[in-house]
């Protein structure tokens, strides 16, 4: 089963906290994604601040169609990856 999020809230230095459906809850670091592909938008803090949860396809987004795999996110969280 994908795991859904059902919040996401951008924190500084390009880190999320993120809960998901099933109750797990925590803090992810993006930061070294920023400037690559596509996420060279998020040098600007502006866009990574921008993040939703995608109802289609639960997971975190930012407008231009960027987003993170739910599973990846999870396990980011667990300290499983």
């Known amino acids: ?8 809230v951008p924190l500084a230095d390009y880190e999320l906290r ?3 459906a099933d109750g797990v809850e ?5 930061g070294d994604l920023v400037g690559q592909g596509v996420f060279a ?5 502006a866009v990574f601040a921008r993040v939703f949860v995608d109802r289609e396809s ?8 960027i987003d993170l795999c739910p599973v990846a996110l999870r396990s980011e969280v667990l300290g499983t990856k």
Do not use: Q, Y
Request: hydrophobic share 50%; net charge negative.
């Open 41 to 45: 938008a998020w040098s600007d803090p």
């Open 26 to 30: 925590g803090v992810v670091d993006l």
């Open 1 to 8: 089963m994908i795991p859904e999020v059902v919040e996401a």
């Open 58 to 65: 639960r997971t975190v987004a930012w407008p231009g169609g």
């Open 18 to 20: 993120l809960r998901f």
